[in-house]
């Protein structure tokens, strides 16, 4: 069954610098990926997905994410963080059902 | 256009009494799935519905159930309550679930408290 793994439950940043959040896959085919935001008190919000068109994927707010197959990951980034970003992002993989990762909580510092 | 909607928002249930929590997806979608979410456990697959039928099911007890309507819209129904169940229940909606790139919208959830 297909699997994800967020590496690192809290990452904090200063405003300004670069967000890194991790994520790694586990597929027995090729997989279709997701991140999605959540913001305290509300549901997910999809942020950008994977589905084998481009290896590069560009998203809502500024993200990014690149699918590397070699290394089974699809790290997220945005290269300027703002306060804004202060939530918790979540990794997800789909093949028959959606399999989620733990998450992974932005602390953004002023 | 409208997006996800879920009822009641908040609940506080009693250990042993049943529960029915609603779902609405966007207009036009046809597959709805249901999550648990909890602190310890994280987001959780409960089930997913498409044209009125279970497509998927997660590793959940029998008291976890759902149904889902002609117009797409889903309810899930837990029995005996536990302690344990207290949790965000979120659900989400995509056009088909034959189609697994399709993206799921989510609902704002439906927190359960049961004490």
């Known amino acids: 069954a297909q699997s994800v793994t967020q590496l690192g439950s809290h990452v904090s940043v200063s405003e300004g610098a670069l967000v890194l959040l991790r994520c790694n896959y586990s597929?027995?085919?090729?997989?279709?990926l997701f991140w999605y935001v959540q913001y305290p008190n509300q549901g997910l919000q999809l942020l950008l997905k994977?589905?084998?068109?481009?290896?590069l994927v560009k998203g809502i707010n500024g993200f990014e994410a690149e699918f590397k197959k070699s290394e089974t990951s699809f790290h997220l980034t945005k290269p300027s963080a703002h306060m804004s970003d202060a939530a918790e992002y979540f990794c997800?993989?789909?093949?028959?059902?959606?399999?989620f990762g733990a998450g992974t909580r932005l602390t953004v510092k002023p | 256009k409208a997006g996800v909607t879920q009822t009641p928002r908040y609940l506080i249930k009693t250990r042993g009494q049943q529960v029915t929590l609603s779902c609405s997806p966007i207009s036009g979608h046809r597959s709805v799935s249901w999550y648990q979410q909890t602190p310890g456990q994280g987001l959780q697959f409960l089930f997913e519905y498409f044209s009125e039928t279970q497509r998927n099911k997660g590793n959940f007890p029998g008291r976890f159930s759902g149904r889902q309507f002609s117009n797409s819209r889903s309810e899930m129904n837990v029995s005996t309550l536990e302690l344990g169940d207290s949790a965000l229940y979120l659900c989400?909606?995509?056009?088909?679930?034959?189609?697994?790139?399709?993206?799921?919208?989510f609902g704002p959830g439906t927190r359960l408290t049961v004490t």
């Open positions: 997800a993989v789909r093949v028959n059902d959606m399999r």
């Open positions: 597929s027995p085919v090729p997989p279709y």
């Open positions: 994977y589905t084998s068109a481009a290896t």
């Open positions: 989400a909606s995509s056009l088909d679930v034959t189609v697994v790139s399709y993206e799921q919208y």
